[in-house]
């Protein structure tokens, strides 16, 4: 006899239950499969922590790196056509180590009798006139060579601004403002809102006095304009100041060196800038053969000078 095995499941005879092929898996209980935590990526476990350090590394080093870059810069007076064919009668040399920071500047009077390349002896002031009447654009070039000749310095910046760009500048600040503790320029002692026009009168004033004043007379100037600029209420005119400077300045320093130098202006202050000139110590008063009134460098007495602000 022939035992049916009837599955429990199915249906039984009499039974209106549709039939239905049996699930193998359906006596089994199910499985919860938890879902795996999803798992974020961040930069201590992808890799990007050694990307992070070198890029920190490269910018302190960028800012804080211990090189010094020296800079001229060179005003240049008005011109009757409006050409930039004129004498340097501002000569500043600048030298910036952002790591310490360094920011020191050093006058240099304009009548001082020097060596031009491939003109010969003659005022330092001409070295531009001369190079930029036979080359339009070639001035500035012709100062820096003569300044190398000259001083030894290595200098491959410079910026060259016009009197009349300077008048600008200072009108964008809403003016300079000053502070005498003594006559100075014609001014007594006393607090001053100077316009662009008063400032630049003020920096070229000679009155009773002579170009060693007037080279001191524009480093004050320019000590007065970082102070002011420093200070939180001239911020909202930054924005002026800089359109005004990088429209009318011409210059040849890199836009990548702009911020590690602002950087090194901003540690050092107003307060932390070495600013000289070369005195009536360090020249000796000389007549050329022409009747013209010089100054022969003593470089004895500049050299020193030179080593301390601008030695490697």
Not at 39 to 52: E, M
Not at 69 to 85: Q, W
Not at 203 to 213: E, I, K, L, V
Request: with cysteine; proline share 8%.
């Amino acid at each position: 006899m022939v035992r049916l095995s009837i599955d429990p499941k199915s249906p039984q005879p009499g039974s209106t239950q549709p039939n239905r092929v049996a699930d193998p898996n359906e006596y089994y209980q199910p499985i919860e499969i938890e879902e795996p935590p999803v798992r974020t990526r961040n930069c201590f476990t992808c890799g990007c922590l050694p990307l992070l350090v070198v890029f920190v590394l490269l910018l302190g080093a960028y800012f804080f790196l211990p090189a010094r870059t020296n800079i001229l810069l060179l005003g240049i007076d008005r011109t009757p056509d409006g050409s930039a064919v004129g004498r340097t009668d501002t000569n500043i040399l600048i030298s910036i180590i952002p790591l310490k920071p360094v920011v020191n500047m050093l006058s240099i009077p304009r009548d001082l009798w020097v060596t031009i390349p491939g003109v010969g002896e003659n005022r330092i002031n001409t070295a531009h006139f001369f190079a930029e009447a036979n080359q339009e654009g070639s001035g500035p070039a012709a100062v820096l060579e003569t300044v190398r000749t000259n001083f030894g310095v290595t200098v491959r910046y410079y910026a060259r601004v016009k009197f009349s760009s300077f008048v600008e500048i200072v009108d964008a600040m809403g003016g300079l403002n000053i502070d005498l503790t003594d006559a100075m320029a014609g001014y007594a002692p006393g607090q001053y809102n100077l316009n662009g026009e008063q400032a630049l009168a003020f920096a070229r004033n000679r009155t009773g006095s002579d170009d060693f004043f007037r080279m001191q007379n524009g480093q004050f100037l320019l000590k007065a304009a970082f102070r002011q600029m420093f200070n939180p209420v001239s911020w909202v005119r930054i924005p002026a100041v800089a359109n005004v400077f990088f429209q009318s300045v011409d210059t040849n320093i890199p836009a990548y060196l702009w911020p590690r130098l602002g950087l090194a202006v901003l540690r050092a202050g107003p307060d932390g800038i070495d600013n000289r000139t070369i005195t009536r110590e360090m020249v000796n008063p000389w007549t050329t053969d022409l009747g013209a009134n010089v100054l022969l460098p003593n470089w004895d007495a500049i050299n020193p000078v030179l080593l301390e602000m601008f030695a490697e």
